[in-house]
């Protein structure tokens, strides 16, 4: 239940919000092309993800996209009030605002290929500050002008980029501008030679573990570190033969960090070691 209710428009949509609400309670965003900043002034909220319920308390932030689906954040128990502050992003508005260039946060990263479309940011003293700031607006809003509203979206972008978080949020914020839903084989087929774990990948494709690996199976017929393992000893087979890399450069390149392990993998898949294999292939 919302117990109080203030925001202030930017460009006729809405920018700032402080809600108030009583637990148990719901509160929805609905499928739009936005990304949302939450922060908790007080009480906790949760908030699913595919199958996991992630806890948001006091001081900490969640950071996401609504392009994609309808997002949810709920209290179901019968505690104490929560109070969040909201920031809303609207691609038009940043262009407006950013009339010559995009800042870096805004534009897509370099040799990145995922879906997440939330991050949790932890407690940070330049978000807390930052705020503040905007519950002084909310407690005068005889001061707030279009000029300030301005500032304060310029203010809180350059803040995002500060934080630990900012990788997330910069993947988060692009979507906005190139909303293009990668799918979980071009995911996997841009990392196949990284030496991400299969934690990193399911988070790519925003999904748990368990998820990650029913739907691997589904495409693939194969568990995600068979198949992966696989592909790299391939490459590696390929690249002995075709290059005159050093055994430990192929095995890097293709995503192991251990040679030991590289060559132990190499000989029960091909019965012979890297070195043998290169030499009777040439």
Known sequence: MVND???YDL???TFMQKVALTSPFHFDFPVNEQACFLYVLQGE???KVDSEEINFPASYSLF???ITSGKQIHNPTIQENCEIVIVTFYPDILKKIYDRELPLLLQPPKNRVS??????INNDFLIQKYVEGLLFYFENPSLVNEDILVLKLKEIILLLSQTKNAEAVQLILSQLFSPTTYTF?????ANLFSQLTIEELAERNNLSVSSFKREFAKLYNDTPASYIKNKKLEKAAELLIVSDQRITDIAFDCGFNDLA????SFNDKYNTSPSSYRQENR
């Not at 084989?185 to 087929?189: S, V």
């Open 261 to 264: 392990n590289f060559t132990k």
């Open 185 to 189: 084989k071009q995911i996997i087929e």
């Open 45 to 47: 909220f949760q908030y």
């Open 115 to 120: 879906n997440q479309s939330n991050g949790k």
């Open 5 to 7: 209710y203030k925001k």
């Open 11 to 13: 460009f006729g949509k």
């Open 64 to 66: 996401l996209n609504c």
